[in-house]
C-alpha cells in the first residue's frame, strides 16, 4: 500500500492561543521567525537559560515573553501549543511527555515521532496563504514548492479575493446555485492552456 499524507491542514489564529517555544538557541529562533512571519501578533513565550542574539532582538519587536530559567512543567499552564527546540534530547522528550499528559499540542523539532503537528512551508499573499507539507519527509522540498508559489500565484491575487468576496454577497438564489455560479467565474483561474 501506497504511503500518503494524513495530516489535516488547519490555520491556527495564534493570536488568541499561547504558544510556548522552549529553547532560546537557533532551532528556537528559527521557530519564531517562521511563526512570527506568518503571525506578527502571536502570543509567544520562550524558555530558555541562553538566548541566542538575533532571537533577542526579534523579541523585542514582537510581544514575545522571555522567560530565563530551565524548562519546567508548571510553564505548560494555560499553554495551547508548544515547540520544543533545545539541543537536550532528554529535555525535548519530556517536553513532549508533559504536554501529552495536559492534551497540549506539541512539535518537537526535527524529531517527526514526537510532533502533534510539523511547520509546513507557507505562501502568503494578503489573504491568500497556502500551507505546504512534505509529512515530515523534506523541509527542503517544502521550501522549493513555497518559492515556486511565491512567484506564480500574482501580487493581485489578493484584490481578486476581495472582489469575489462582495461579488459573492450580491449572488442571488440558493447555496448551490451560488457555489455553482463562483465556481464558473473563477475557473479560468486554474485552466490549463
Known amino acids: 500500500m501506497e ?13 488568541q492561543l499561547n504558544v510556548l517555544i522552549v529553547g532560546g538557541g537557533n532551532v528556537g529562533l528559527e521557530k519564531l521567525t517562521f511563526l512570527l512571519k506568518s503571525s506578527p501578533n502571536a502570543k509567544v513565550t520562550i524558555v530558555s537559560i541562553d538566548f541566542n542574539a ?15 530559567s530551565a524548562y519546567n512543567d508548571s510553564l505548560l499552564e494555560g499553554k495551547h501549543m508548544v515547540i520544543a527546540t533545545t539541543d537536550k534530547i532528554d529535555v525535548n522528550v519530556q517536553v513532549y511527555k508533559d504536554c501529552k499528559a495536559q492534551s497540549i499540542l506539541v512539535n518537537v523539532a526535527d524529531n517527526p ?3 502533534d503537528f510539523y ?12 500551507a505546504i507539507s512534505t509529512n515530515g519527509k523534506s523541509p527542503t522540498l517544502a521550501k522549493r514548492l513555497r518559492q515556486f508559489f511565491e512567484e506564480v500565484i500574482p501580487e493581485n491575487i489578493d484584490e481578486l479575493a476581495k472582489n469575489l468576496n462582495s461579488f459573492r454577497k450580491t449572488i442571488k438564489g440558493d447555496f448551490q446555485e451560488k457555489v455553482d455560479t463562483l465556481n464558473d467565474l473563477t475557473k479560468g483561474i486554474v485552466e490549463k492552456k
Do not use: D
Not at 3 to 15: G, M, Q, S
Not at 54 to 68: C, G, I
Not at 125 to 130: A, E, L, M, P, Y
Open 3 to 15: 504511503e500518503r499524507n494524513e495530516l489535516y491542514p488547519i490555520f491556527l489564529k495564534v493570536a
Open 54 to 68: 538575533e532571537l533577542l532582538k526579534l523579541a523585542k519587536k514582537h510581544q514575545v515573553k522571555l522567560v530565563e
Open 113 to 115: 515521532p514526537y510532533c
Open 119 to 130: 511547520m509546513g512551508g507557507i505562501v502568503t499573499k494578503g489573504n491568500i496563504k497556502i
